[in-house]
């Protein structure tokens, strides 16, 4: 009975350090680990095919490793995606991963008014893609031709948002979740405005108007300009303009403001053929329902505010221009 006993003792004890041995190891990162590695599970893999495509990224250290993390943690559902691994890390912690759905995405954040040029310049500075590429897609206004058939270019119709983009994702994509944003957006405000108008217009007070609460003022300063035949005088555009033509430095020189292109406001009467930039939701609200007024005119104040002095004549805004000046020379 003794005998029996002891030898009961030593399994246990045996069952005790194999266990503490194995739960060891599944926490244990693998130092096998070399580099960075990407590794891709479709939707349906099954636990078998993960621990295989794990091990051969080099990953984990084999098959019955991950398998029995996976066991441990067996009432987690494995979640479908791309995983990015860049350091070494233990079969458990792996399983926990996948669990979480810890996939890998590039994150996008297009801020409201942004053009393409710039969000070109965004998506390769994430090493997603070159910005050559975005603006061959960006340029073609196929995928909003249905809702505005005069559109230039997607310019005014790229929704800013923030978008999870994986390292598959092709120009054509964005543009196409993009443009897909501006048209569940457009769906929402339930208005019957002209489409092309509304968005060119926005995107004017997108750039010029840096208040909330100054939009739908700055809106109304335009369609009164429209409205009489004025030009509208947009340094915006004007800088866009530029842009286009690339040769904008961060200055508006004399011979952009004399540039016969048509977007500059300064030599053409009306609005431009299409958007400057791609306005966000408040601006657009503010062509739709802009303020009532006679201004004519507006200015920056030299606060740092953003803000600006309306105007409803020539007098008055010269007024201001001034007082702005002397303030930026004090």
């Not at 669990?99 to 590039?106: I, M, N």
């Not at 948002?161 to 048209?183: A, E, I, N, V, W």
Request: positive net charge; charged residues 25%; hydrophobic residues 40%.
């Amino acid at each position: 009975m003794k005998t029996l006993l002891r030898l009961l003792g030593v399994l246990l004890l045996l069952g005790l350090v194999a266990g503490g041995f194995v739960l060891y190891r599944l926490n244990q990162p693998y130092q096998g680990f070399q580099g960075e590695t990407f590794v891709e599970l479709p939707r349906g893999t099954g636990t078998s095919a993960i621990a295989d495509a794990l091990v051969q990224a080099g990953v984990v250290r084999s098959r019955w490793e991950f398998l029995l993390a996976r066991f441990a943690g067996r009432n987690r559902v494995l979640q479908a995606g791309e995983y990015r691994f860049n350091r070494p890390a233990s079969p458990a912690e792996v399983v926990r991963r996948i669990a979480r759905g810890d996939v890998f995405y590039y994150v996008l954040a297009v801020p409201e008014g942004r053009n393409v040029l710039d969000i070109g310049a965004a998506v390769e500075q994430l090493g997603l893609f070159p910005a050559s590429k975005f603006l061959d897609v960006a340029r073609n206004p196929a995928l909003i031709r249905d809702l505005d058939p005069q559109a230039p270019t997607l310019e005014g119709y790229l929704f800013p948002d923030t978008y999870k983009l994986s390292r598959h994702t092709t120009p054509d994509q964005l543009c196409r979740l993009m443009t897909g944003k501006f048209r569940e957006a457009w769906r929402g405000l339930h208005t019957t405005a002209d489409l092309h108008r509304t968005i060119t217009l926005a995107s004017l007070v997108e750039k010029e108007g840096k208040l909330a609460d100054e939009r739908p003022r700055i809106a109304g300063v335009f369609e009164n300009r429209l409205r009489i035949g004025m030009k509208l005088d947009c340094d915006p555009t004007t800088i866009y303009a530029a842009l286009l033509q690339q040769h904008y430095h961060g200055v508006i020189h004399r011979s952009d403001l004399d540039s016969d292109h048509a977007y500059n406001t300064y030599r053409h009467a009306g609005l431009p053929p299409g958007p400057i930039a791609n306005p966000g939701l408040a601006s657009v609200r503010a062509v739709l329902a802009p303020s009532d007024g006679d201004s004519l005119y507006f200015v920056a104040r030299a606060d740092g505010s953003g803000g600006h002095e309306f105007s409803s004549n020539i007098a008055a805004h010269e007024g201001a221009v001034e007082r702005y000046r002397r303030a930026l020379r004090k």
